[in-house]
């Protein structure tokens, strides 16, 4: 079984930095793009960054130029490195892996549409 365990989360003053790290558990083959999305108190949850296997990435407009996401495909894993942190930034993160390959008893492959993680918070103080 697949599973995306989140770590990194805590309380931060306004200003610091925070990096969040991912990591796919299980018999990976392979993993097409991850993620991390975000979703504060009353709101829906939103994009924070994307990157595909190739390397690609992309941002919400509110993070461009202070989170920088990066991944391992080799360790499956992912990571967001967050600076300049403001106080609504505030939220509970989750990690997200698109299709999803993984070898299961007797060599068969499964594929997974979407997982998530269980999310970590982030706590920034002003």
């Known amino acids: 079984q697949v599973q995306l365990v989140e770590s990194g989360g805590g309380l931060v003053q306004a200003g610091g930095s925070l990096r969040l790290s991912c990591a796919a558990s299980g018999s990976i083959v392979s993993i097409n793009a991850m993620a991390w999305y975000r979703q504060a108190p009353g709101k829906q949850r939103e994009l924070v960054a994307g990157?595909?296997?190739?390397?690609?990435?992309n941002y919400a407009d509110s993070v461009k130029g202070r989170f920088t996401i990066s991944r391992d495909n080799n360790k499956n894993t992912v990571s967001l490195q967050m600076n300049s942190l403001k106080s609504e930034d505030t939220a509970v993160y989750y990690c997200?892996?698109?299709?999803?390959?993984?070898?299961?008893?007797?060599?068969?492959?499964?594929?997974?549409?979407?997982?998530w993680g269980q999310g970590t918070l982030v706590t920034v103080s002003s």
């Open positions: 997200n892996a698109v299709r999803v390959t993984a070898a299961q008893a007797m060599g068969v492959l499964h594929r997974y549409l979407e997982l």
């Open positions: 990157i595909t296997s190739g390397g690609s990435t």
